[in-house]
């Protein structure tokens, strides 16, 4: 079956840090990998995807690449700022599952000034 | 912003009762999805619907059963409600089930409390 590990958090990290969310999966078949976001009190957004090995997805000065052969899809930013203080969650589709999300355990990121 | 309205948006109810959650879309997107999610264990999918009447199981659907009448509308429903079932339910929507453009709209959420 398909199933995605994320890094244990929470993460706590000052105004303008390096962030790095560990991403790694398992699937049958070949799968697109997601990254959402959930802030405070709200439903989860789409924050980049990449359908194919080497593919980098890209969002809001976020970014992650397709891994195939680490099977990994590891989020970093530059420079976070506070209001990136957020739930991320790292999730993968298979073609033959009608849709169906599998998702990671979540990591919590604050970010302080 | 997808339209996509959940009901209601926070629930308290006592143990043994039936409880139904809705949700709306104004999208006409093929495929609906009910999640629950709780900490530690990011969202798991509970019952899913893939058109009109179409609906199976996800990954945690015991003690839950769905309807789906009407393109635009995916009601959860908790024949007797427990304590475990205490989560927030998300419902997500999306146009096709495949990957490459495929995206999936989640809604705002509904905290439910079984007391």
């Known amino acids: 079956g398909n199933s995605v590990t994320q890094m244990e958090g929470p993460v706590t990290l000052s105004e303008e840090a390096f962030l790095t969310i560990n991403c790694t999966y398992t699937?049958?078949?070949?799968?697109?990998l997601f990254w959402y976001v959930q802030y405070p009190g709200e439903g989860l957004q789409l924050l980049l995807k990449?359908?194919?090995?080497?593919d980098k997805g890209s969002n809001k000065g976020f970014e992650a690449t397709y891994r195939k052969e680490t099977t990994s899809f590891h989020l970093e930013k530059g420079s976070v700022q506070v209001s990136d203080s957020a739930v991320y969650f790292c999730?993968?589709?298979?073609?033959?599952?009608?849709?169906?999300?599998?998702f990671g355990q979540g990591t919590i990121l604050t970010v302080h000034p | 912003d997808a339209g996509i309205t959940q009901s209601p948006r926070h629930k308290v109810t006592e143990t043994g009762t039936p409880v139904t959650l809705r949700c709306h879309q104004t999208e006409n997107h093929r495929y609906m999805y009910w999640y629950r999610q709780d900490p530690g264990h990011g969202l798991r999918l509970i019952h899913y619907s893939y058109g009109v009447k179409d609906t199976d199981k996800g990954e945690v659907s015991d003690g839950y059963s769905v309807s789906r009448s009407k393109t635009e509308d995916f009601l959860l429903t908790l024949e007797s409600a427990t304590s475990s079932q205490t989560s927030v339910y998300f419902c997500?929507?999306?146009?096709?089930?495949?990957?490459?453009?495929?995206?999936?709209?989640f809604g705002p959420g509904t905290r439910l409390t079984v007391t």
């Open positions: 999730a993968l589709i298979t073609g033959t599952s009608y849709g169906k999300l599998t």
């Open positions: 997500a929507i999306s146009e096709s089930g495949g990957t490459g453009a495929y995206e999936q709209y």
């Open positions: 699937a049958t078949g070949y799968p697109s």
């Open positions: 990449a359908t194919k090995a080497d």
